[in-house]
C-alpha cells in the first residue's frame, strides 16, 4: 500500500520561503517518478513540477521556474519542494503524487494536500 503524506504548509507574506515536504511508504520509493501538483480555488489542479526516480533534470512549470526546486532523498522516502520568493498567485492546495511505473509519469497514488497561502 502506497502513501504519501504531506507537510509544511502555511501562511507566509510574498516573497518568503516555505519548504513542503512529501514522505512516502513503500518499498520501491527510489523508483517513482515524483510529482507536486497544486490547485488553487476555483481552479483546475495543475502540474507543478517533477522529479524522476535518478532525481536529475526536474521539471517545472513555467510559472514557477527559478523559485522552486524539486528534490528528493531516496533514503528517506520523501520528496520536496522548495518554494522561493512566493507571490499571491502561488496560494493553492499542494499535493504531492506517485508514478510507480517505472519510467512514467502516470500518477497513481496521491497525498491529502497541504495548504499555503501567499499573502501581499
Known amino acids: 500500500q502506497v502513501q504519501l503524506v504531506e507537510s509544511g504548509g502555511g501562511l507566509v507574506q510574498a516573497g518568503d520561503s516555505l519548504r513542503l515536504s512529501c514522505a512516502a511508504s513503500?518499498?520501491?520509493?527510489?523508483?517513482?517518478?515524483m510529482g507536486w501538483f497544486r490547485q488553487a480555488p476555483g481552479k483546475e489542479r495543475e502540474f507543478v513540477g517533477g522529479?524522476?526516480?535518478?532525481?536529475?533534470?526536474?521539471v517545472y512549470v513555467d510559472s514557477v521556474k527559478g523559485r522552486f526546486t524539486i528534490s528528493r532523498d531516496n533514503a528517506k522516502n520523501t520528496v520536496y519542494l522548495q518554494m522561493n520568493s512566493l507571490k499571491p498567485e502561488d496560494t493553492a492546495v499542494y499535493y504531492c503524487a506517485a508514478s510507480t511505473s517505472i519510467g512514467t509519469a502516470n500518477y497513481d497514488y496521491w497525498g491529502q494536500g497541504t495548504q499555503v497561502t501567499v499573502s501581499a
Open positions: 513503500g518499498r520501491t520509493f527510489r523508483s517513482w517518478t
Open positions: 522529479i524522476s526516480w535518478l532525481g536529475d533534470m526536474p
